[in-house]
T-cell receptor, first 118, second 116 residues
């Protein structure tokens, strides 16, 4: 069975600090996909990134960067020079290539509530 | 232009009633989903629907039934509503194609259901 763990329930930092959100996953599949979504206070779910299990390259997009390490089954997310607008709940999610007959939706972690204080 | 839309945004109803939530996507995707987000913000897949193949998460009560009139719509019908059904329900869509590729899912704005 697949599982995603976001051990940090809530993180609070002061604006301009860097912050890393941790994500650890479990899967028996060799082919799988990892995602990060942002849920701001307004409630919608915003897609941030998708990474497949064959691509361990780290990615940077502006102030956002992602570190994928298969050896530790982790897919961590770093925000550099955080801003108040980054305040949101961030979800890490996993999807296996073969769902084993179950619904092939995303398995989400419980989310990390990130608070950026001015 | 809204990619995935849901109606209504808010739904307040009494226990025992039957209600529906509508979902439409204009992205041309072939797969649609319903998720439930509980009061602790935990998101869980309920259904996926691809080319008339419905896959149901085994934990979903049979009071919940998705209905898809066409590829662009996947409505959620709930019978005999219970207090525990109160949650935010998200519709999502993605393009799967003929492979097991898992592309990103795009979510609707959510429907907040409150059962009194």
């Amino acid at each position: 069975a697949q599982k995603v763990t976001q051990a940090q329930t809530e993180i609070s930092v002061v604006e301009k600090e860097d912050v890393t959100l941790d994500c650890v996953y479990e899967t028996r599949d060799t082919t799988y996909y990892l995602f990060w979504y942002k849920q701001p206070p307004s409630g919608e779910l915003v897609f941030l990134i998708r990474r497949n299990s064959f691509d361990e390259q780290n990615e940077i997009s502006g102030r956002y960067s992602w570190n994928f390490q298969k050896s530790t089954s982790s897919f961590n997310f770093t925000i550099t020079a955080s801003q108040v607008v980054d305040s949101a709940v961030y979800f890490c999610a996993l999807s296996e290539a073969y769902s084993g007959g179950g619904a092939d939706g995303l398995t989400f972690g419980k989310g990390t509530h990130l608070i950026i204080q001015p | 232009d809204t990619a995935v839309s849901q109606t209504p945004k808010y739904l307040v109803t009494q226990m025992g009633n039957d209600k529906s939530i509508k979902c439409e996507q204009n992205l041309g995707h072939d797969t649609m989903y319903w998720y439930k987000q509980d009061s602790k913000k935990f998101l869980k897949i309920m259904f996926s629907y691809n080319n008339k193949e419905l896959i149901i998460n085994e934990t979903v009560p049979n009071r919940f039934s998705p209905k898809s009139p066409d590829k662009a719509h996947l409505n959620l019908h709930i019978n005999s509503l219970e207090l525990g059904d109160s949650a935010v329900y998200f519709c999502a869509s993605s393009q799967r194609g003929k492979t097991s590729l898992r592309n990103e899912q795009f979510f609707g704005p959510g429907t907040r259901l409150t059962v009194l």
